[in-house]
C-alpha cells in the first residue's frame, strides 16, 4: 500500500543550534514542506536581529532541501507595539513559556498576571499574531496541564480574536476546552500519541521517553487519539520533536525531550493505518494547520508505502530517535 502526502508540516519543532542543529535540520527538512521553529535557544529568540540570524543558520544547515521555517519569537511582556508590528512579517506565532516549567524557559512568565500580560495580547490580537503556549503549572507533575486549563480559558475569554495554541496537548482536559472556545486549538505531538507514562516508567526507566509535559493516563491518550484520527478542524500535528545529546539523555537528571523528526511520518502513518483512519492524516498533519494558520505551504509530496523499515539506533552518532532500532510498518519512497 502507498499513501501521498502533500506539504506535511510540522507545528511544533525544536531545531536547537549550532553542531545539533546541522544534524535535526536536514532531517525535518527532507520529508516536512515546513515547520513552527521554537524559540527556547540560550539566549531565546526575543529580537528581530535573533529572529533573521536563525532563520539564516536554519536555511544554511537545511541544504538542498525545501522547506520553510516558520520562525518564532519567545513571549516577553515589555514587547512595545512598535517592535510587534516590526516583527510581525518575519514571524508566524509568538511561544510563551511559563518560567523554568520546561528545557531553557527561565526567562519566561512567572504568576500569569493578565494585567502584565494584556498589552502584548491585545496588540498581538489586532496584528493576527497567534500565542502559542506551554500550557503547565508548577504543581504535581501529572496535574500541570489540567491545573493550566483555566489560564488557557481566562485567556481565551479576555483575547476573542486572538488565536491560541494550547501546545503538545496530553489530557481529556484540555481536549475538552478545544470544544468550549473559539479561539483555542491545539497541536499533538506522535509520542503523547503512542505512550503513557507506564511506557516511560512504568518498567525500566526509558530516558528517551522522558518529555514535558510527562506521558498521562491511557484516557487521556484515547482522548488525543479520538481527535487526532478524525483530524479534529481544531488539532493539528506539532512533534515537539526535542533533540538532546545521548549524553544529556542517558544521564542522572535526564533532559525532557522526545526526537521524533526523522520517525514522525512514518510512525504517523503506522498509528493512523492501525486504526483506520489513514484517509484523515493529511489533514491532521497539514490541512488543518494551514487553516489555523492562514499559511500556504510550498508544495512538497511525500510518498510512504508499508514496508517495514528499522528506525536508525542513532543520528551521527549524537541523537537517539524515537523507536530506536526497532522497525516501523511504512517508510519514506521519496519527498520533493
Ligand atoms: C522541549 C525542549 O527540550 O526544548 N522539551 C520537552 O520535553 N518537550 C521543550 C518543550 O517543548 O517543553
Ligand atoms: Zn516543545
Known sequence: MVISLHSPLDMHLHLRDEEMLDIVAPLSARTFAGGLVMPNLVP???????????????????????????????????????????????????????????????????GFDLKELSPVLSVMSDLGIPLCVHGETGGFVMDREAEFIPIYERLAENFPDLTIVMEHITTKEAVEALERYENLYATITLHHLYITLDDVAGGLLQPHLFCKPIAKRPEDRSALLNVALEAHPKVMFGSDSAPHPREKKEAPGCAAGVFTAPIALQGLAQLFDRHGALENLQAFVSDNAQRIYGIRPLEKEVVLEKTAWLVPEIYEGTVVPMFAGESLEWRIVSAG
Open 44 to 110: 531565546p529568540v526575543t529580537t528581530a536581529e535573533d529572529v533573521a540570524r536563525y532563520r539564516g543558520k536554519i536555511r544554511k544547515a537545511q541544504g538542498e532541501n525545501r522547506f520553510v521555517p516558520y520562525m518564532t519569537l519567545f513571549f516577553k511582556s515589555d514587547y512595545t507595539p512598535e517592535f510587534l508590528e516590526s516583527v510581525r512579517d518575519e514571524i508566524l506565532a509568538i511561544k510563551l513559556y511559563p518560567a523554568g516549567i520546561t528545557t531553557n524557559s527561565e526567562g519566561g512568565v512567572s
